[in-house]
Nanobody, 122 residues
Framework: QLVESGGGLVQPGGSLKLSCAAS????????LAWFRQAPGKEREGVSC????????NYADAVQGRFIISTDNAKNTVYLQMSNLKPEDTAVYYC?????????????????WGQGAQVSVSS
């Protein structure tokens, strides 16, 4: 099970940190990812981290602004979002799959959280 938290409303240029707590498996044994879906748009990959944190990957749109990380003690994956823009507004989902290399392709992931709303507006 994956449970996201930390969404909310923030002004442009602001920051938010999303959390995704996992239960029933150990995050270090899985590839983990964050996806987002804006109204009327398809779900898109934002960032992912591979098994045991070996590597990370970011979509061009968030490169340099977002950071993905894990805390094995809390069995949680995070997405630190900075310099947020209105186009970052979306429902953000975390996902997990027991594979070595992560991907920003949604079909690779079997386990999904329920989503957290992030709204960027002045």
């Amino acid at each position: 099970q994956l449970v996201e938290s930390g969404g909310g409303l923030v002004q442009p240029g602001g920051s938010l940190k999303l959390s995704c707590a996992a239960s029933g498996f150990t995050v270090d044994d899985y590839s983990l990812a964050w996806f987002r879906q804006a109204p009327g748009k398809e779900r898109e990959g934002v960032s992912c981290i591979s098994y045991a944190g070996v590597s990370t990957n970011y979509a061009d749109a968030v490169q340099g602004r977002f950071i993905i990380s894990t805390d094995n003690a809390k069995n949680t994956v995070y997405l630190q979002m900075s310099n947020l823009k209105p186009e970052d507004t979306a429902v953000y989902y975390c996902a997990a799959q027991r594979v070595f290399s992560c991907s920003l392709t949604a079909t690779m992931y079997h386990y999904w959280g329920q989503g957290a709303q992030v709204s960027v507006s002045s």
